[in-house]
């Protein structure tokens, strides 16, 4: 092959084409330029920073190589560290707080343990926490039952509390009881702050004079969060308890590679991290599955089908989860259309070729371009765009190409909350379709994303109609 130039959309001086890219619609701007510049393209930023947009499946096959690749946390990542340092989710590579999280965490992550039957120390699972899920899934179905049929519900928001007060009580036996308050708890509040302000950040171009009060608002913040997390911690380790969860695990957890535990500045940095990194992904999923189905009435009625056939009326338990497969693939063909994540990052290792024609140069910033690589139609053919769960069914789904499906991220730094989120996710569907039938609120909706760190379906809303004799 020949060596080709990355192409590059004019800019401006200075600024470069920061000017181009909606602040509020990344993932729109990002899009349109692929569309004009295809697989690959670079950007240009203020402070003569560069950025790589891959876009077809062929080049993130090669970004996931991690020899020549590597994560290394910068613009908003880089702001978020602020709050939540070498934690899991923005820790820089070979942090040692990373590598002593990870193998600490690792067993408890996986949803079948015998892959670590030396580490796991048969204490927490993520199967064990199904009660709590189902538990806090119960109260939503409430809540939706509660609204009666003709009341518009605002999906992504209760998602957003299902998984908020899922990850709290799983994650360290703490209950926001947002299905039950008006007002968010103060952490949420705080963290809803904090993560906003992240997010603006990098986008800055007057002098540091200007954010005075933002700043002090970011840094305030912070300290609650923190004082937060700390509290908790302080609290168990006061009274402690045989809980099964993720505090637990972090606090009796050894490292088997270096013998250490966890230390509580870490453990701090990681309840944070679990609720930055699990709460908006796991909602914007179940959000967008919601979209999808009413969209796609033949899906709906397998769904729904599925849930009667396996689950009935009767109470649901652990068991029936790994018999949905029909869900499992409707959330993994929503997680391929919508990743909530839709782009994430890595840096050049060294100067090299991409497809073996495109020369990009050590520690440049690349970007995984998921809303569009997830379309490829290499992969996934002429109907890419279209939502069609049958086709991540395991008989397909387990026979993808190598790294054509990516929501969850890539190797040692991939989602070490996909087992959580998955179970999750699964169950809320179950209960839901179990007890309600859903319309859209307006069948004229047509999907408008709106992005924060993660995207989300905008001013959906739906209803829900009880089916006879709620269990
Ligand atoms: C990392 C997606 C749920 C905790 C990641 C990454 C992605 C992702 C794409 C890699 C980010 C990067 O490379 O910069 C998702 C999606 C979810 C989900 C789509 C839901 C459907 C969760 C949950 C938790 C969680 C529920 C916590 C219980 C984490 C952590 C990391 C991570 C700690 C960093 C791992 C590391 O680098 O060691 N997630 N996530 N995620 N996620 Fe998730």
Redesign the pocket.
Known sequence: ATITPIPSPPGLPIVGNATQIDPVAQRRSFSDFADKYGEIYRLHLPGQRTLVMANSHRLINELCDEKRFA?IPNGV?EEIRNGVHDG??T?KPGEEA?GIA?RVLMPAYVLHVLFYPAMFSGEVSIRGMFEEMHDIATQMALKFARYGPSTPIPASDDFTRLALDT?ALCSMGFRFNSFYTKELHPMIEAMGGFLTESGKRPSRVLPSFFYRADDAKYWQDIEILRNTAQEVLESRKKHPDDRKDLLNAMLKGVDPKTGKHMSDSSIIDNLI??LI??HE??SG?LSFAFYRLLKNPESYQKVQNEVDEVIGKGPITVEHLSKLPYITAVLRET?RLD???SV??VVSLEDQLLAGRYPVTKDEPMALFLARAHLDPAVWGDDANDFKPERMLDEPFNKLPKNAWK????GA??????P??MQE?ILAMAVLFQNFNFVMHDPTYNLAIKQTLTIKPDNFLMRAIIRDGMS
């Open positions: 994560k990542l899991l989710f820790a990373w990870h990850l991290t679990f990194a699990g992904t796991t999923t997680l990743s909530p994540i994430f990052g929501p969850f991220g890539n730094r991939a989602c070490i909350g996909r959580f989120a996710a």
